[in-house]
Structures are given as structure tokens and as C-alpha cells.
């Protein structure tokens, strides 16, 4: 079985600013992990996904995120924010089913 | 090219009633999914579909059902609603051929239901 747990329910950043959404997960089988974004009203779409090989995983709207096996993390990264980028985002991991953590919701101000 | 397209959008129905939600989508995908979200829990799995006339449960089954009426189409069904069941219902859809849920998926806009 898989867990996720994002640890911050919401996070206000300003434009411009850096920002990280932070992701754990446990699972007892190899497993895949993706970056889902939500925008206002809307379904979700992928932001990025990582499967197999490079760590460090680049999608679109310029976030990234770094595969941490060891600490079993996933964070999202982007360096300068934009008010546009204001929508929930929800981790998810694929071992044996797909589980989804229970959102960020990022809050951009300017 | 419209991707994946659900309705209706909204719907308010009363403890008991019955109603189907409709999804369809144009990419010619194989595998489908209905998803429903409450706040502060992601996104659960009610019924998924492998395939044209394949359907399988979820994590949250309860109170619903399901049919593949084709390769494009794939609806949900209240039979008797129950407050609930109160929440916003995605429904998904991914190339694999064997609802595998590690393929990206795509999704819906989204039913909101309130059932009162």
C-alpha cells in the first residue's frame, strides 16, 4: 500500500519569491510520483512525473522536482513565482494504485 | 479537439433521488476513471474502466455504479443519493490499456453535486 502526506495545507509567497510544496510518501514497492496542479474550477493536469532515472525531474511552467529516495520525499520547486501560479497542487505516488495527497494550495500575492 | 468533457457541471438533488453523470472524451483512450474530491483529502478512486466493457471498483465504491457504454464514454450513476455524497466528481482517462493508473491521466472539469 502507498500513503502520501503533504505537509502544508496552504502556502502564501509573494510574486516573485521562490517556493517549495513539499511531499512524503511510504510505499512497500517501487513506485512512481507525479505533480498534479489544480487551477480555479477546473480538473486537474500534470505538472510533471517521475518514473525511472534522473533524480531531478523538470516540467512545465518551470517547476521542478528532485526524487529523494532515501528520505522518501518528492518536493516541487519553482524559483520566482507568478501570480498565475495561484491554483491547489496535489502530489501523488503509483505503486500497486494511484494515491493522492490531500493538496497545497499555493497562494501567490503581490 | 476537446480532451475530457463531463456533465452536467452542477446539480443539486435531494437525499434519495437518482442521477447520471456523463463523461466523454476524443483521445482515443483506453482507460477511464471516476474520481470524487473532498477538501483536505485528494482525490479517491470510485470506479475505474481497463477497457470497453470492463469496469472496477475503487477505493470508494459504495453507492455507485458504472458503465462503459463505449470506448469513449463512460458515466456514473446515484442510484439513491445520500448527503454524502456531496462532493466534486472528476473523471480521468489514460492511454494504458490495462487501467493502470502509473500513465498520466487526463482529466474533467469537474461535477460539483450537492445532495440536501
Known amino acids: 500500500a502507498q500513503s502520501v502526506t503533504q505537509l502544508d495545507s496552504q502556502v502564501p509567497v509573494f510574486e516573485e519569491a521562490p517556493v517549495e510544496l513539499r511531499c512524503n510518501y511510504s510505499s512497500s514497492v517501487s513506485v512512481y510520483l507525479f505533480w498534479y496542479v489544480q487551477y480555479p474550477n477546473q480538473g486537474l493536469q500534470l505538472l510533471l512525473k517521475y518514473l525511472s532515472g534522473s533524480t531531478l525531474v523538470k516540467g512545465i511552467n518551470g517547476f521542478e522536482a528532485e526524487f529523494n529516495k532515501s528520505q522518501t520525499s518528492f518536493h516541487l520547486r519553482k524559483p520566482s513565482v507568478h501570480i498565475s501560479d495561484t491554483a491547489e497542487y496535489f502530489c501523488?505516488?503509483?505503486?500497486?494504485?494511484?494515491?493522492f495527497g490531500a493538496g497545497t494550495i499555493l497562494r501567490v500575492k503581490s | 479537439n476537446a480532451g475530457v468533457t463531463q456533465t452536467p457541471k452542477f446539480q443539486v438533488l435531494k437525499t434519495g433521488q437518482s442521477m447520471t453523470l456523463q463523461c466523454a472524451q476524443d483521445?482515443?483512450?483506453?482507460?477511464m476513471y471516476w474520481y470524487r474530491q473532498d477538501p483536505g483529502m485528494g482525490l479517491r478512486l470510485i470506479y475505474y474502466s481497463a477497457s470497453e466493457g470492463t469496469t472496477d471498483k475503487g477505493e470508494v465504491p459504495n453507492g455507485y455504479n458504472v458503465s462503459r457504454l463505449n470506448k469513449r464514454e463512460f458515466s456514473l450513476r446515484l442510484e439513491s443519493a445520500a448527503p454524502s455524497q456531496t462532493s466534486v466528481y472528476f473523471c480521468a482517462s489514460s492511454s494504458g490499456t490495462s487501467g493502470d493508473q502509473g500513465d498520466e491521466q487526463y482529466f474533467g472539469p469537474g461535477t460539483r453535486l450537492t445532495v440536501t
Open positions: 501523488a505516488v503509483y505503486g500497486n494504485k494511484l494515491v
Open positions: 483521445m482515443n483512450h483506453n482507460s
